[in-house]
């Protein structure tokens, strides 16, 4: 049995810490090579047997120390591994979060930028990248006002710095597209003394657009449907008056509140067809069009206002044509529209001028009129809803001004393409650009 397991339990005159024991350890050593100088110079013996006398003194004197600091040791090297496990787990979960927040800030929509304390820039994200039209390479390390020259961030980056409170505001950002951008600036780590900051903009470009047209098309809404509801009061007022028993005018009266009525209608059946259309509710039935019967029913339907027009109704499409892949119902509400147009616009022994010429697997269909044409101002808005390039005119010939927005989304419905051109004084071309039955 070796002189560890001799002794089991620690006297009490022995040092119970392992500071102490280790001092014990240490004198044991230092005693046992005394012991061994002492052996070789007053023994009279053998030198090598000193030698070998003094070492195996020395090493029981060794291990009996030892057996008293192997469980401070112990102690100490099982707790030191479970420091650097715990130093490790700790290590790997810091990493973890730190990807985590990482990737959630790479993948949010709002661009997001760390500014430092003087308003340089420590970090920044893709949407940030993609919305101020920066790199990290470039960005980093510059102050950000210096990186986008606009008067307004700079105000509330200072703000943020000298209040440290939170700067929110709209902000404008002219270029070659104008932006508008929603920006919080948040300052960090204030109540340390040491404040950063936090910048989050976010793109409301398309939403203010989409509110602009909205409120636009409520006010349009209101006033279609004012003019004609005030113009039937008025008439039933005159009529309620005493002109009900005026035989001369009274059917000229109801004559006229049938008009305005027909015109409420064909107001209110545009808003539900463009309402179904723009959300996607309106169901295609596809399937092969033939071109010429087509068009040769739609001039049987036109035949009465082609006359009192005094238009010219001119079908130049060859019988070898290929069929378009179009729901020949919507299909007919498109063209009835655009010839509807071509006829009411054009003027007295004009001509409307119905072509289709096949172009790899489109055909283009056109409608061509002789009028006075739109000015080159107005054909980048011609497809909104309610607009119209002559108003007093349109309202007069019965007009919505909703024909050619209905015509453009039926066009889109059907995944093909309408384009114009026109010029003053004579006249105007719509293309439409369909699919080719194959």
């Known amino acids: 049995m070796s002189a560890i397991g001799l002794m089991p339990n620690r006297p009490h005159f022995l040092p119970q810490s392992p500071k102490g024991a280790f001092f014990v350890f240490f004198l044991g050593i230092f005693l046992a090579i005394a012991a061994f100088v002492v052996l070789i110079s007053w023994l009279d013996v053998n030198e090598a047997i000193a030698v070998a006398l003094g070492a195996a003194f020395s090493l029981l004197l060794a291990l009996f120390f030892l057996g008293y600091i192997k469980q401070p040791l112990g102690r100490l090297a099982h707790a030191a591994t479970e420091w650097s496990d715990e130093l490790e787990e700790r290590i790997q979960d810091l990493k973890s979060e730190h990807s985590q927040a990482q990737a959630i800030l790479e993948s949010m929509i709002e661009g997001v930028c760390a500014l430092g304390r003087d308003g340089t820039v420590l970090w920044i994200n893709r949407s940030a990248e993609s919305l101020f039209g920066l790199t990290p390479q470039e960005a980093k390390g510059k102050r950000l006002t210096e990186l986008i020259r606009q008067p307004e961030l700079g105000a509330m980056i200072s703000e943020a710095l000298e209040g440290k409170q939170p700067s929110v505001r709209e902000v404008r950002f002219l270029?070659?597209?104008?932006?508008?951008?929603?920006?919080?600036?948040?300052?960090?780590?204030?109540?340390?003394?040491?404040?950063?900051?936090?910048?989050?903009?976010?793109?409301?470009?398309?939403?203010?657009?989409?509110?602009?047209?909205?409120?636009?098309?409520?006010?349009?809404?209101?006033?279609?449907?004012?003019?004609?509801?005030?113009?039937?009061?008025?008439?039933?007022?005159?009529?309620?008056?005493?002109?009900?028993?005026?035989?001369?005018?009274?059917?000229?009266f109801v004559v006229l509140i049938d008009e305005d009525t027909t015109r409420l209608t064909r107001l209110i059946d545009d808003l539900l067809?463009?309402?179904?259309?723009?959300?996607?509710?309106?169901?295609?039935?596809?399937?092969?069009?033939?071109?010429?019967?087509?068009?040769?029913?739609?001039?049987?339907?036109?035949?009465?206002?082609?006359?009192?027009?005094?238009?010219?109704?001119?079908?130049?499409?060859?019988?070898?044509?290929?069929?378009?892949?179009?729901?020949?119902?919507?299909?007919?509400?498109?063209?009835?529209?655009?010839?509807?147009?071509?006829?009411?616009?054009?003027?007295?022994?004009?001509?409307?001028?119905?072509?289709?010429?096949?172009?790899?697997?489109?055909?283009?269909?056109?409608?061509?009129?002789?009028?006075?044409?739109?000015?080159?101002?107005?054909?980048?808005?011609?497809?909104?809803?309610?607009?119209?390039?002559?108003?007093?005119?349109?309202?007069?010939?019965?007009?919505?001004?909703?024909?050619?927005?209905?015509?453009?989304?039926?066009?889109?419905?059907h995944r093909g393409r309408i384009d114009i051109a026109s010029r003053l004084g004579e006249g105007s071309a719509f293309t439409v650009s369909l699919r080719a039955h194959s």
């Open 273 to 413: 067809d463009l309402s179904q259309i723009e959300s996607k509710a309106l169901p295609l039935r596809l399937q092969p069009v033939a071109l010429r019967p087509f068009f040769e029913q739609l001039e049987a339907r036109f035949k009465n206002q082609l006359e009192a027009q005094q238009v010219v109704w001119d079908l130049t499409i060859p019988t070898g044509v290929p069929s378009v892949e179009a729901d020949p119902d919507r299909l007919r509400q498109i063209f009835v529209n655009l010839i509807d147009n071509a006829i009411k616009f054009n003027k007295p022994n004009g001509r409307v001028t119905i072509s289709a010429d096949p172009d790899a697997s489109w055909v283009r269909i056109t409608v061509a009129d002789t009028g006075a044409g739109i000015p080159e101002g107005d054909l980048p808005r011609i497809f909104e809803r309610f607009y119209r390039v002559d108003k007093a005119r349109s309202r007069e010939l019965g007009g919505t001004g909703l024909g050619l927005a209905i015509v453009k989304h039926l066009v889109e419905l």
């Open 175 to 252: 270029g070659p597209l104008e932006q508008t951008v929603h920006v919080q600036v948040t300052p960090c780590g204030a109540e340390q003394g040491q404040t950063s900051l936090v910048v989050v903009a976010q793109d409301v470009t398309d939403m203010r657009k989409l509110e602009s047209m909205r409120r636009d098309f409520v006010a349009n809404v209101s006033h279609e449907l004012k003019t004609p509801l005030t113009s039937i009061k008025g008439l039933v007022e005159t009529l309620l008056s005493g002109a009900l028993e005026d035989p001369a005018n009274n059917r000229r």
